[in-house]
């Protein structure tokens, strides 16, 4: 929405300052998103007077011109056909900027003649499209800006030009008046009353409107019209076309030029048809479907069944509230017109407008909401504009259909302001702010103007209070605390350590994922899922059916896109729930991760490498220990189908405590999924690793040994069937408190080794990290524990000690 501050003021009194203009708007919600000030780009342009010119000597087109400006006589050459001494003109200095020119002006050299600056044309400062001379001034003085005097005798000239953003709820403040209302109730102004005025018809209207039934209510409220014989068009007012142009609009003539200014001025669309093309009465109807019409954008539309129009006897001559019919538009021949002023149905007007592609000024306020008791009022102050502007005789108005009531009112609860709002606000105060809004008040109730559709209950009203005081005046109050002192903590804490989880995986390098809790049945049976249980009921896309079963398929699937567009190498993770079944207790909450590709970029020390179910199981643990698992814990077989057999494990407190599985995920599944792997990942459950018992804001406290702890080797002959793992898990199981790690350093098997230890053997060694609690270790309290390590290490997995 554009309006120039001139035409602002045609309605709201005002000695505010633009800059005050502009910052009260969008302080009120309608937000200033450009102004254009004349001002500011003539500002360097003063008068001076040309008291000397002759012909250059070198060239026959130009002039020597000697110049009285404010800086004294200077020496100008000029190519203008005007260019003669006894002018007054506009000066450019060397070091200004020519806007219309894009240049800025140095001093030059002219076929070996100084010229230090120029004179300047209309077009040249972009006052006009006029270039033929340079301005020639009736008056001025010299050294005077030039605007200073533009704003005494051409005021429009240097008239800023406002753009605001309307949201969709504020149909008042597309027009102008509406703006100005705003702007009065805020204070800056004092709001100019509209006249209003009956013309006085001087004969029945020979067209005559109807409304058909089908229509009437919910696709045209009222039709409003009158002939006006005997008008004059032509080129409307240089007053009007040049707010017309300053808000970007092509003045185009009078009668059409009326119109758009009603549309702007008081968001109130209206149309003229040339009543000698109009044949009989109008009627307002829905297209039967195929018809077409060229529009005044000389553009052809096809109607489908059920749009509103409007027809005389024998063709449709407008699409209603958006565009008049190129056929019975208005031109300079027109003698007779016919001026409508209607109330549309928005949504129909929206659906039409969709539909044939038209955006227009029309249908903008249309659809959004124009004022239905302005209706009667617009039709007679449009019809006395074009009487002053193009003559003529009015005829009586024709009415087809009744003004809808649209009164409604609310109570005004004064008290509400402070706890919906949290400002205080006198009563009188709130009352005032909306007596100037246009809310007419008795008692507690506040009637609701017509131009105001946005407001429907006792909140708005309080809203209205709100905007116009200012938000900008709410304080920051902290929150009242029942007791002093520190507030309990919020969070519970499974939230505390979802949080946890996440910021550790982000900081392991992985980027986090939000996907669609439900994906397609295809990747859900993938994971075990895909089940009735699981099924949406109403879907809303093929490809999200199903509730999902693991975070892994919305990765992979993500990780597919990635591979798509380019990108090979990727760290991703998701927290989020899985659900088993349909009810609530069937659900979990999981942090799964994913590595594809290598572990870095290319370098010249060879350092990257592809990464494995190590890096998995890394990270795994990391988050683990984040979120205050238990350090000590068993890495077991067993884990679901789509992990890869041999590559994989979880992470357990005992056999049925699992509180994370990692390793590579299936080729299969990948296949499935279209990754190129091989890609490694993990699943952290986060409901499974206890919590701490005692409850406290603080980090326990770092617990240090000094005690020296001790390592011992150990080799087992085992049959090449035996696991490492089962070793290590039957090793760790011998004393859980001395303890501290068990690690495979060595494996050796194949020929050599069944040579020595006879066939289907081979050899594991372990190292053993004993760390006392309590005292210092001796020799047979180690010989103890290894004792013991042996017995259970061969009872488990029927091993001997490597001799």
Known sequence: MKFTLSWLKEHLETEATLDEIVYALTDLGLEVEEVVNPAERLASFTIAKVTHAEKHPDADKLRVCKVASDAGEIQIVCGAHNARAGITVVLCKPGSYIPGLDITIKVGNIRGVESFGMMASERELELSDEHDGIIELPSGEVGQTFVSWLAKNEPTKV????????????????GIEGIARDLSARGLGTLKPRKRLKVEGKFPSPIGITIDSDTRGNGCEVFMGRLIKGVKNGPSPEWLQERLRAIGLRPISALVDVTNFFTMDANRPLHVFDAAKVTGDLRIHRSQGGETLVGLDEKEYTFAPGMVVISDEHNIESIAGIMGGLATGCTEDTTDVFLEAAIWDPIQIAATGRTLKINSDARYRNERGIDPAFNADAIELATQMILDLCGGEPSDVVIAGEVPDVSRAYRLDTDRVQSLVGMEIPAEDQRKTLTALGFV????????????????????????????????????????????????????PMQVRESTARRTTASLGYNECVTY????????KLFDGGTDATMLDNPISSEMSHMRPSLLPGLLQAASRNQARGFADMALFEVGPVFHGGEPGEQQLLLSGILIGATGPKDVHGARRIVDLYDAKADAEAVLSAIGAPAKSQILRGVSAWWHPGRSGKICLGPKKVMAVFGEIHPKILREMDVKGPAVGFTVFLQEPPFARKKGATRAALKLNDLQAVERDFAFVVNDNVESLTLVNAAVGVDKVLIETVRVFDEFKGEKAEAQMGAGKKSIAITVRLQPVDKTLKEKDIEAVATRIVEKVSKVTGGTLRG
């Open 159 to 174: 008239d800023p030009v406002i753009e605001i953003a309307i949201t969709p709820n504020r149909p008042d403040a597309l």
């Open 441 to 492: 008040l008795d008692g507690d109730m506040a009637q609701v103007p017509s131009w105001r559709p946005d407001v429907t209950g006792e909140a708005d009203l309080i809203e209205e209070v709100a905007r116009v005081a200012s938000l900008t005046k709410l304080q920051g109050v902290p929150m009242a605390r029942p007791v002093p002192g520190v507030a309990e903590q919020i969070l519970t």
């Open 517 to 524: 809790s439900f994906i397609d049945k295809k990747s859900a």
